[in-house]
Antibody, heavy 115, light 112 residues
Framework: EVQLVESGGGLVQPGGSLRLSCAAS????????MHWVRQAPGKGLVWVSR????????SYADSVKGRFTISRDNAKNTLYLQMNSLRAEDTAVYYC????????WGQGTLVTVSS | DIVMTQTPLSLSVTPGQPASISCKSS???????????LYWYLQKPGQPPQLLIY???NRFSGVPDRFSGSGSGTDFTLKISRVEAEDVGVYYC?????????FGQGTKVEIK
Protein backbone atom coordinates (compact mmCIF):
# COMPACT_ATOMS: atom_id res chain seq x y z
CA GLU A 1 0.00 0.00 0.00
CA VAL A 2 1.32 3.41 -0.98
CA GLN A 3 1.81 5.69 2.00
CA LEU A 4 2.95 9.29 2.18
CA VAL A 5 3.28 10.79 5.64
CA GLU A 6 4.08 14.48 6.04
CA SER A 7 5.56 15.99 9.17
CA GLY A 8 7.31 19.12 10.35
CA GLY A 9 4.46 21.60 10.26
CA GLY A 10 3.66 23.98 13.09
CA LEU A 11 3.43 27.57 14.18
CA VAL A 12 6.24 29.86 13.07
CA GLN A 13 6.71 33.62 13.16
CA PRO A 14 6.90 35.68 9.97
CA GLY A 15 10.42 35.53 8.63
CA GLY A 16 11.06 32.16 10.24
CA SER A 17 11.90 28.79 8.75
CA LEU A 18 10.49 25.28 8.75
CA ARG A 19 11.50 22.01 7.13
CA LEU A 20 8.74 19.67 6.04
CA SER A 21 9.34 15.98 5.48
CA CYS A 22 7.33 13.38 3.57
CA ALA A 23 8.11 9.75 4.35
CA ALA A 24 7.20 7.42 1.52
CA SER A 25 6.54 3.70 1.56
CA UNK A 26 4.82 1.02 -0.49
CA UNK A 27 6.41 1.98 -3.81
CA UNK A 28 9.81 2.51 -5.41
CA UNK A 29 10.35 6.08 -4.24
CA UNK A 30 13.42 6.66 -6.40
CA UNK A 31 11.40 6.06 -9.57
CA UNK A 32 8.90 8.87 -9.11
CA UNK A 33 8.80 12.61 -9.47
CA MET A 34 7.42 14.13 -6.28
CA HIS A 35 5.50 17.31 -5.58
CA TRP A 36 4.37 19.67 -2.84
CA VAL A 37 0.88 21.16 -3.11
CA ARG A 38 -0.61 23.50 -0.54
CA GLN A 39 -4.10 24.53 0.51
CA ALA A 40 -4.76 27.66 2.56
CA PRO A 41 -7.59 27.32 5.09
CA GLY A 42 -10.91 27.14 3.24
CA LYS A 43 -9.25 27.70 -0.12
CA GLY A 44 -8.29 25.69 -3.19
CA LEU A 45 -5.24 23.71 -4.20
CA VAL A 46 -2.00 25.39 -5.26
CA TRP A 47 0.96 23.56 -6.74
CA VAL A 48 4.18 24.60 -4.99
CA SER A 49 7.14 22.60 -6.23
CA ARG A 50 8.34 19.41 -7.89
CA UNK A 51 11.52 17.37 -8.05
CA UNK A 52 12.54 14.68 -10.50
CA UNK A 53 13.30 11.13 -9.51
CA UNK A 54 17.03 11.56 -8.85
CA UNK A 55 16.82 15.07 -7.44
CA UNK A 56 18.71 16.75 -10.25
CA UNK A 57 15.83 18.91 -11.49
CA UNK A 58 13.48 21.12 -9.49
CA SER A 59 10.74 23.64 -10.23
CA TYR A 60 8.85 26.16 -8.11
CA ALA A 61 5.81 28.38 -8.14
CA ASP A 62 6.79 32.04 -8.44
CA SER A 63 5.27 32.73 -5.03
CA VAL A 64 7.89 30.55 -3.29
CA LYS A 65 10.86 30.77 -5.65
CA GLY A 66 14.00 31.82 -3.81
CA ARG A 67 12.47 31.05 -0.40
CA PHE A 68 11.58 27.35 -0.60
CA THR A 69 13.84 24.46 -1.55
CA ILE A 70 12.62 20.99 -2.46
CA SER A 71 14.96 18.04 -2.05
CA ARG A 72 14.86 14.30 -1.57
CA ASP A 73 16.87 11.47 -0.05
CA ASN A 74 16.18 8.33 -2.05
CA ALA A 75 18.13 6.20 0.43
CA LYS A 76 15.70 7.29 3.15
CA ASN A 77 12.61 7.37 0.92
CA THR A 78 11.96 10.91 2.08
CA LEU A 79 10.97 14.15 0.37
CA TYR A 80 11.69 17.53 1.94
CA LEU A 81 10.59 21.13 1.67
CA GLN A 82 12.83 23.72 3.30
CA MET A 83 10.80 26.88 3.81
CA ASN A 84 12.60 30.11 4.65
CA SER A 85 11.47 33.73 5.00
CA LEU A 86 7.96 32.55 5.75
CA ARG A 87 5.06 34.92 5.27
CA ALA A 88 1.50 34.95 6.57
CA GLU A 89 0.30 33.97 3.10
CA ASP A 90 2.28 30.72 3.33
CA THR A 91 -0.17 29.51 5.98
CA ALA A 92 -1.65 26.32 4.57
CA VAL A 93 -1.85 22.57 4.74
CA TYR A 94 1.09 21.23 2.76
CA TYR A 95 0.59 17.93 0.92
CA CYS A 96 3.23 15.81 -0.73
CA UNK A 97 2.05 13.97 -3.82
CA UNK A 98 3.49 11.24 -6.01
CA UNK A 99 4.04 11.10 -9.70
CA UNK A 100 3.18 13.00 -12.86
CA UNK A 101 -0.52 12.45 -12.25
CA UNK A 102 -0.39 13.35 -8.52
CA UNK A 103 -1.82 9.88 -8.10
CA UNK A 104 -1.17 9.55 -4.38
CA TRP A 105 -1.33 12.20 -1.66
CA GLY A 106 -0.37 12.34 1.97
CA GLN A 107 -2.71 13.57 4.70
CA GLY A 108 -0.93 16.91 4.86
CA THR A 109 0.81 18.95 7.54
CA LEU A 110 -0.41 22.36 8.69
CA VAL A 111 1.95 25.32 8.59
CA THR A 112 0.79 28.46 10.38
CA VAL A 113 2.78 31.66 9.97
CA SER A 114 1.75 34.17 12.59
CA SER A 115 3.19 36.40 15.26
CA ASP B 1 0.16 30.95 -16.09
CA ILE B 2 -2.65 28.82 -17.51
CA VAL B 3 -5.95 29.75 -15.88
CA MET B 4 -8.37 26.91 -15.19
CA THR B 5 -12.01 27.98 -14.84
CA GLN B 6 -14.58 25.59 -13.43
CA THR B 7 -18.35 25.90 -13.59
CA PRO B 8 -20.49 25.68 -11.62
CA LEU B 9 -18.75 26.44 -8.32
CA SER B 10 -21.38 24.50 -6.44
CA LEU B 11 -23.84 21.78 -7.28
CA SER B 12 -26.65 20.18 -5.30
CA VAL B 13 -27.67 16.82 -6.70
CA THR B 14 -30.37 14.29 -5.88
CA PRO B 15 -28.91 10.80 -5.32
CA GLY B 16 -29.17 8.72 -8.48
CA GLN B 17 -29.25 11.78 -10.73
CA PRO B 18 -26.41 12.80 -13.06
CA ALA B 19 -24.02 15.67 -12.49
CA SER B 20 -21.64 17.52 -14.77
CA ILE B 21 -18.75 19.89 -14.12
CA SER B 22 -17.06 22.01 -16.76
CA CYS B 23 -13.42 23.03 -16.80
CA LYS B 24 -12.00 25.49 -19.32
CA SER B 25 -8.33 26.29 -19.72
CA SER B 26 -6.89 29.58 -21.00
CA UNK B 27 -4.56 27.66 -23.33
CA UNK B 28 -4.74 24.36 -25.13
CA UNK B 29 -3.67 21.41 -23.01
CA UNK B 30 -2.80 19.28 -26.05
CA UNK B 31 0.90 18.51 -26.06
CA UNK B 32 3.00 17.77 -29.11
CA UNK B 33 3.32 14.20 -27.82
CA UNK B 34 -0.38 13.74 -28.52
CA UNK B 35 -1.43 13.65 -24.88
CA UNK B 36 -3.72 16.17 -23.21
CA UNK B 37 -2.60 16.98 -19.68
CA LEU B 38 -5.90 17.47 -17.87
CA TYR B 39 -6.75 15.76 -14.60
CA TRP B 40 -9.68 15.59 -12.20
CA TYR B 41 -9.46 15.19 -8.42
CA LEU B 42 -12.01 14.82 -5.65
CA GLN B 43 -11.35 16.13 -2.18
CA LYS B 44 -13.80 14.56 0.24
CA PRO B 45 -14.46 16.42 3.50
CA GLY B 46 -11.47 16.27 5.81
CA GLN B 47 -9.39 14.25 3.37
CA PRO B 48 -6.58 14.93 0.92
CA PRO B 49 -7.45 15.06 -2.78
CA GLN B 50 -7.68 11.81 -4.69
CA LEU B 51 -7.10 11.31 -8.39
CA LEU B 52 -10.19 10.40 -10.39
CA ILE B 53 -9.29 10.95 -14.04
CA TYR B 54 -5.96 11.38 -15.80
CA UNK B 55 -5.28 12.72 -19.30
CA UNK B 56 -8.87 13.80 -19.87
CA UNK B 57 -10.70 10.50 -19.90
CA ASN B 58 -8.77 7.71 -18.18
CA ARG B 59 -10.22 6.53 -14.89
CA PHE B 60 -7.59 5.94 -12.23
CA SER B 61 -7.38 2.58 -10.50
CA GLY B 62 -10.38 1.88 -8.30
CA VAL B 63 -12.48 4.81 -9.54
CA PRO B 64 -16.09 3.75 -10.16
CA ASP B 65 -17.25 3.73 -13.77
CA ARG B 66 -19.99 6.25 -12.99
CA PHE B 67 -17.22 8.84 -13.32
CA SER B 68 -16.21 9.83 -16.82
CA GLY B 69 -14.13 12.57 -18.35
CA SER B 70 -14.26 14.08 -21.80
CA GLY B 71 -13.14 17.06 -23.82
CA SER B 72 -10.26 18.36 -25.86
CA GLY B 73 -8.10 21.41 -26.34
CA THR B 74 -9.41 23.89 -23.80
CA ASP B 75 -12.85 22.52 -22.87
CA PHE B 76 -13.33 19.57 -20.55
CA THR B 77 -16.13 17.93 -18.62
CA LEU B 78 -16.39 15.56 -15.68
CA LYS B 79 -19.63 13.61 -15.53
CA ILE B 80 -21.08 11.49 -12.78
CA SER B 81 -23.75 9.28 -14.26
CA ARG B 82 -25.60 8.60 -10.99
CA VAL B 83 -24.48 10.56 -7.96
CA GLU B 84 -24.07 8.66 -4.71
CA ALA B 85 -23.78 10.02 -1.19
CA GLU B 86 -20.05 9.17 -1.11
CA ASP B 87 -19.43 11.53 -4.05
CA VAL B 88 -19.80 14.67 -1.93
CA GLY B 89 -16.80 16.95 -1.77
CA VAL B 90 -14.91 19.43 -3.90
CA TYR B 91 -13.87 18.52 -7.43
CA TYR B 92 -10.82 20.12 -9.00
CA CYS B 93 -9.45 20.06 -12.51
CA UNK B 94 -5.72 20.55 -13.03
CA UNK B 95 -3.37 21.09 -15.94
CA UNK B 96 0.22 19.88 -16.12
CA UNK B 97 1.22 20.86 -19.66
CA UNK B 98 2.96 24.00 -18.47
CA UNK B 99 4.65 25.12 -15.27
CA UNK B 100 3.32 26.16 -12.90
CA UNK B 101 0.75 23.40 -12.75
CA UNK B 102 -2.58 25.06 -12.00
CA PHE B 103 -5.90 23.97 -10.54
CA GLY B 104 -9.41 25.16 -11.09
CA GLN B 105 -11.18 26.92 -8.21
CA GLY B 106 -13.04 23.79 -7.27
CA THR B 107 -16.69 22.73 -7.55
CA LYS B 108 -18.45 21.78 -4.34
CA VAL B 109 -20.90 18.93 -4.79
CA GLU B 110 -23.50 18.25 -2.15
CA ILE B 111 -26.42 15.89 -1.90
CA LYS B 112 -29.99 17.21 -1.80
Amino acid sequence: EVQLVESGGGLVQPGGSLRLSCAASGFTFSSYWMHWVRQAPGKGLVWVSRINSDGSSTSYADSVKGRFTISRDNAKNTLYLQMNSLRAEDTAVYYCARGRWLQSWGQGTLVTVSS
Amino acid sequence: DIVMTQTPLSLSVTPGQPASISCKSSQSLLHSDGKTYLYWYLQKPGQPPQLLIYEVSNRFSGVPDRFSGSGSGTDFTLKISRVEAEDVGVYYCMQSIQLPWTFGQGTKVEIK
